[in-house]
């Protein structure tokens, strides 16, 4: 649980608290109406990758323009 709290970027304590209500099916949306399911998890996971892959290709997209300048 602590690597995978890690590569997702969370605290390990988060990770734990949602597989247990996960398990005892209390993990529900953000309104409280409905449970989440695996796949729902999954895609909001894959966007908050995303979002970081987006931003560190940013900064190296600007990186790359500072350094390709070279030498003034």
Same mark, same amino acid.
């Given at each position: 649980m602590r690597a995978a709290a890690r590569q997702l970027n969370i605290a390990e304590q988060s990770l734990f608290n949602g597989v247990k209500a996960q398990r005892e099916g209390r993990l529900q949306d953000a309104a409280g109406s409905r449970t989440v399911s695996a796949e729902q998890m999954e895609i909001s996971r894959l966007r908050a990758e995303l979002a970081q892959v987006k931003m560190e290709r940013d900064l190296l997209? +600007?990186?790359?323009?500072?350094?390709? +300048?070279?030498?003034?």
């Open positions: 997209g +600007k990186a790359t323009a500072y350094f390709a +300048k070279g030498p003034r």
